[in-house]
């Protein structure tokens, strides 16, 4: 009889033992659980505008602080009302908000779909400008010797992967030839499993790492791979030998002069989510698109130089005839006018900068037709009617 009272105390505790280390795991792994959930309903229709407002609810996040100095002013110019053909593709692409500088001055200022001034609003891939911006800066250092260095001289841990053999132009034009598929709409898509790596705090440059494969040679095409620019990171990090949050806020954040402390969306290891996590102000992004349409100047101040500045947004890459060309990290139209380039995000995000003509407009939007045929061409052609209304009233 004892000793079956003595087997049943112990099948208690260890019921209870299970018990609690079944309730533990729930409590680790509620978070990632939730983000999960976040990234599978992200872009759904009664959401999506939502949590491009609020990413840092759902992710991780690291600040980029803007230190003590006042804002760059963005002074008031005489207001502009948006053509009526802009402001009709406005509300058919659920744009969520619009700021639109001339030659530095304020003059037209609209948000949408209950979104407000102050927000800070998901980049998606404009954040891959803002890389190149601190690519240039990271040269000009010396920490990157040359744009034709190997990617593996400053992240050795790529060593046999499929980065083993490009480099870090290649990088920047997206020609390194690594396999990647970047459909948004397939769920077993390596984009979007990068996505779920990220929500379950994963790391990012474990994926990165465990990429092996490649479609072509480093340098021959252009295709675009977005976690080429994750890699970006990872040789900038490699070259200074500190954090890309640190690196940025230093060196171009704080430059800049903004009004409020962005962030960036991170992996489970506090990495900074390079490709897309960039989240600012409608007004801070076109402090920075300022910066370029000044050859990287702002006030008195050169952030970036105006060499880079030159060189990164010429289209370089190696595109195919007829499409969309790219730099480093910068988009141009087929046909680009004079000084054109383009920061561009999934579900209509555009940083439009016309350098001749000293125009900027901030575009953030929740379109979910973003992929359907003639949405770029008509965004470009809205974007230029925009411009083109700035220049006629001067």
């Known amino acids: ?21 079944a309730a533990a795991g729930g409590l680790w792994y509620r978070e990632e659980i939730g983000r999960l959930l976040v990234v599978n309903t992200l872009f759904d229709a009664d959401r999506i505008v939502h949590n491009f407002s609020h990413m840092g609810d759902a992710f991780p996040t690291a600040p980029l602080p803007i230190g003590d100095a006042p804002a760059t002013p963005l002074p008031d110019g005489p207001p502009l009302d ?27 200022q609209s948000t949408y779909l209950g979104t407000g001034d ?12 803002f890389l190149s911006a601190l690519t240039g800066l990271s040269v000009a250092s010396g920490e990157i010797a040359s744009l034709d ?9 790529l060593d046999g992967t499929a980065y083993d053999g490009a480099t870090v132009r290649n990088l920047l034009q997206m020609s390194t030839g690594v396999t990647f598929d970047e ?3 397939d769920p077993k898509s390596d984009i979007n499993r990068m996505g779920r790596i990220l929500a379950l705090g994963g790391s990012m440059d474990g994926f990165a790492a465990s990429l092996s494969e490649r ?124 000084g054109e380039v383009m920061g561009r995000g999934v579900y209509g995000q555009y940083l439009y900068i016309d350098r001749v003509r000293d125009v900027v407009v901030v575009l953030t939007a929740a379109n979910r037709r973003f992929r359907e045929p003639g949405q770029t061409d008509r965004a470009i052609a809205m974007l230029r009617d925009l411009a083109d209304a700035v220049v006629a009233r001067r």
Request: proline share 7%.
């Open 1 to 21: 009889m004892a000793s079956a009272r003595t087997f049943g105390r112990w099948v208690l505790r260890a019921v209870l033992a299970l018990a609690v280390i």
């Open 82 to 108: 948006l053509p009526a053909g802009v402001a009709a593709w406005l509300t058919e692409t659920d744009a969520t908000g619009i700021v639109v500088l001339d030659a530095g001055a304020l003059v037209h």
């Open 149 to 157: 260095d190997p990617v593996t001289a400053y992240v050795p841990r």
């Open 215 to 338: 479609d072509r040679p480093p340098g021959e095409t252009w295709s675009y791979v977005s976690i080429d620019t994750h890699v970006l990171g990872m040789v900038l990090r490699g070259a200074a030998g500190r954090g890309l949050p640190e690196l940025m806020s230093e060196r171009l954040i704080t430059p800049l002069g903004l009004e409020a402390e962005p962030y960036f969306l991170t992996d489970g290891d506090g990495v900074a989510f390079a490709l897309g996590g960039l989240n600012l102000t409608l007004r801070d992004y076109a402090r920075f698109g300022l910066m370029i349409a000044q050859d990287g100047r702002l006030g008195e101040r050169q952030i970036v130089p105006a060499d880079w500045i030159a060189e990164s947004t010429n289209a370089s890459a190696q595109t195919g005839p007829g499409a969309l060309r790219y730099g480093y990290q910068w988009w141009l139209p087929a046909e680009p006018r004079p």
């Open 183 to 185: 459909d948004y709409l």
């Open 118 to 129: 102050d927000d800070l609003r998901i980049s998606w891939s404009i954040a891959k400008s």
